[in-house]
């Protein structure tokens, strides 16, 4: 995968995922600080933040550091050159000249897809408004295959914003292309939209979780976002509907996990924490060996 | 009704069944000549499409990719090109697989509507027929481009 632009998702053969799930396998005991790495010693990631997400770049910095690796980038535009008026064009031709491969969040849709085809250097896609967000998709699937086993065959519930909330959309193609069965728990105000319905295997649709728990492997929550309802009322009329706590969870299979691509609010309760059944901060840990596999392969230290 | 004839022209090119009330849109994409001697009938009734519009461009011919451009607003065109006062030759417009600099991607928020990048517009055709464009950069499909030809 040397020199590979990570762009969607789909760009990625189911082969080339599991390649990347288990060159992360490898990395687990690096990501955990247990063992050391210089792997990519004398590489350079730029990140390139044009709207903040502070978590998602100090993801790839640590991939890249426990690997021996350095990083540079911004991710406050008020002190760039972008300030000063420069385009993307000219920011990525500059910054491909700085590193060997970068980073890129942007607000605008297909941004990481334009920032690739200017880019000599392998670009990946840290969230560009378009609902692609391939890092998090391939570490929400690692997640679920560590957890299970497999993925094939296993019934993933995803529950909340499932019609704005678009790297969803890319995770229900994705647990489709692996062979789950997937479960649509919305408001019927926040359906998933029927473009993706018709792409992906669907068990069930409903508004309550009460009613499909029991059948759940995995129980994927999504916030509900308050800028996406014009009124307030709406907003909080929905937004405290799908709460998981300890008690609800008593319902479900004691193998059942849950994952939050967090930051969460209200969606899980705190007495969720100390149950098996947490796993979101996990999750967000592997984002650091899957994000320093994906690094290694593009980076072609790694085949 | 009676179909209306379409005055005979010696040479040049004539865009029968545009869609109706599109012909001067289509002028406009194709970029003609602005000497050029013009006619041009709107609404105009016909037996397969109900109403449509009739162009005709005096002493031009218009070749394939010419009017491929204007596929999108007219998909069921035909296109002849007169000589001598003979049609010598007949083709129906068709999209290519791929549209570049036509239409602008309805998404105000698609990075190919920042106006001081350098970006082309690129569109994949999904469906020649309806017709779909699928937008290169956001992903986001239209089917309306009356109003994002550029
Ligand atoms: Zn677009």
Redesign the interface.
């Known amino acids: 995968m040397k020199g590979r632009d990570i762009i969607s998702i789909r760009d990625l053969k189911k082969e080339e995922i599991e390649l990347v799930f288990s060159v992360a396998d490898s990395m687990v005991d690096i990501a955990l600080g247990k063992k050391e790495s210089n792997a990519l010693e004398h590489k350079i990631l730029a990140t390139l933040f044009f709207e903040p997400s502070t978590r998602t770049k100090m993801s790839f910095e640590s991939a890249m550091l426990r690997l021996g690796g350095r990083c540079i980038g911004f991710s406050d535009i008020g002190a760039t050159s972008v300030a000063k008026?420069e385009?993307?064009?000219d920011t990525v031709r500059v910054v491909e000249s700085y590193s060997d491969a970068m980073v890129i969040r942007?607000?605008?849709?297909?941004?990481a897809?334009?920032a690739a085809e200017i880019s000599e250097k392998p670009v990946i896609n840290a969230g560009?408004?378009?609902g692609e967000h391939p890092t998090q998709t391939l570490l929400d699937l690692y997640t679920m295959k560590k957890a299970m086993g497999g993925i094939a065959g296993k019934n993933v519930l995803l529950v909340g914003d499932l019609k704005y909330g678009r790297t969803v959309h890319s995770l229900a193609r994705a647990l489709s292309l692996f062979g789950a069965g997937i479960f649509l728990i919305s408001p019927r105000e926040l359906e998933m939209p029927e473009?993706v319905k018709k792409e992906i295997n669907i068990e069930a649709e409903g508004e309550r979780i009460e009613d499909h728990i029991r059948e759940a492997d995995v129980i994927y929550v999504t916030r509900i976002q308050k800028e996406r309802f014009p009124d307030p009322a709406e907003y909080a009329k929905l937004s405290g509907r799908y709460r998981i706590d300890s008690k609800l969870l008593e319902m479900a299979k004691k193998e059942c996990i849950v994952m939050h691509p967090l930051p969460r609010v209200e969606e899980i309760a705190y007495d969720v924490d100390s149950t098996e059944h947490a796993w979101y901060f996990r999750e967000a840990f592997n984002g650091i060996p899957v994000r320093m596999a994906l690094l290694s392969l593009i980076m072609g230290v790694v085949e | 009704m009676r179909e209306l004839k379409i005055e005979a022209i010696r040479n040049g090119t004539v865009i029968d069944h545009i869609t109706a009330g599109t012909a001067l849109k289509v002028l406009s994409i194709l970029e003609v000549d602005p000497e050029a001697t013009i006619s041009l009938a709107m609404n105009v009734s016909s037996r397969k499409y109900g109403k449509k519009d009739i162009l005709k461009i005096e002493n031009m011919e218009l070749n394939e990719d010419d009017v491929d451009r204007i596929a999108l607003i007219a998909p069921h065109a035909t296109i002849n090109i007169i000589r001598g006062g003979e049609k010598v030759k007949k083709f129906k417009v068709e999209l290519p697989d791929t549209i570049k600099g036509i239409v602008r991607c309805m998404n105000p928020g698609c990075i190919s509507n920042v106006s001081n990048e350098p970006v082309e517009r690129v569109f994949y055709v999904i469906d020649k027929k309806t017709p779909i464009l699928k937008c290169k950069y956001c992903g986001r499909e239209m089917s309306e481009f009356l109003d994002y030809i550029l």
């Open positions: 008026g385009n993307l064009h942007h607000p605008k849709e297909g941004a897809r334009y560009d408004g378009s473009e």
